[in-house]
């Protein structure tokens, strides 16, 4: 079982209850072991990190990028994130909240590729 930081609890709950466009429409497609079988989690703790999506049978993390994401602080704060899930051993797949909304069978289809 991964450690997680406790006083995240509010704000991931918060997160779920408050979700982007894009991030409702991926859930909507990989929710109830749609994709192979395996579950996944929205906003979940890891660590320090609330990750937008994991599924714990693949050790995945999707996250569904907005803006902030491609600033230089918020580039810097994710290769910071990315090398703690890859010494966690789980790995990543991004996507921008355009990728999601344009083309979403696409996303779909490079997830499934990497379950």
Not at 32 to 50: D, S, T, V
């Amino acid at each position: 079982m991964l450690s997680y930081n406790k006083s995240l609890k509010r704000l991931s709950r918060s997160l779920r209850t408050n979700t982007t466009d894009a991030e409702r429409l991926l859930w909507s497609k990989i929710r109830a072991k749609q994709l192979k079988g395996q579950q996944f989690y929205r906003q979940k703790i890891i660590g320090e990190y609330i990750v937008d999506f994991y599924c714990p049978r693949s050790r995945l993390v999707i996250e569904v990028d907005g803006g902030q994401h491609y600033s230089a602080e918020g580039k810097e704060k994710d290769v910071v994130r990315d090398h703690y899930m890859a010494k966690e051993g789980i790995a990543i797949l991004r996507f921008s909240d355009r990728e999601v909304l344009n083309d979403l069978e696409a996303v779909v289809e490079q997830i499934w590729g990497k379950l």
